[in-house]
């Protein structure tokens, strides 16, 4: 599988991304470039052999600019994913500009047939939290990204990535916040 690498103008943050043939119009590939400079290591789906036998996602504290009021939040990069999502009371609370509305076909697991349903795609703006890049891009309204508690990576798991050269972009939870995602990007 090929890999492609990207370091910011600004820092020497890199992130890595598995490619694989799919279409994108020019504005998508700069904007997916863009939005994986935020991501800063190189795990995308880490399963360690440990004793917790973990699955840590991709995911980074970022601040999301809106109209009137911006946020911190944390958001989960999902490359196999073909849509971005945003809980709606976030939208709202950040009054994003509204840009259209669109049919989607959602496909869940366990199920034999999608289920059509009616989203408004907002535009946000997402600023690094370290060094203020920043990409504006549009995704969807939904009711909820998920419910699930999100688990952050303990101090031994930490600990065991660096010798591999694998550093996590914001491991000091105390200063970023240790609040469920509220951004998928895909």
Do not use: W
């Amino acid at each position: 599988m090929k890999t492609e690498t990207f370091k910011s103008s600004k820092t020497d943050n890199k992130a890595i991304k598995h490619v694989s043939k799919t279409e994108n119009t020019a504005s998508n590939k700069s904007t997916l470039n863009k939005i994986k400079l935020f991501v800063r290591f190189p795990i995308f789906l880490c399963h360690l052999n440990n004793r917790t036998n973990k699955i840590l996602l991709q995911t980074t504290s970022v601040k999301l600019v809106g109209k009137l009021s911006s946020k911190v939040i944390r958001f989960l990069y999902d490359p196999g994913s073909k849509q971005s999502f945003i809980p709606k009371n976030l939208s709202r609370q950040l009054s994003l500009n509204k840009v259209g509305e669109e049919e989607l076909f959602i496909h869940t697991f366990d199920s034999k047939v999608p289920t059509l349903i009616k989203r408004t795609r907002v535009q946000v703006k997402i600023r690094d939290i370290l060094n203020k890049d920043e990409v504006v891009i549009e995704t969807f309204e939904i009711d909820e990204v998920t419910s699930a508690p999100l688990e952050l990576a303990l101090i031994d798991i930490i600990n065991e990535l660096k010798p591999k050269g694998i550093n996590l972009c914001d491991d000091d939870y105390s200063v970023f916040g240790s609040e469920n995602i509220s951004l998928i990007i895909g």
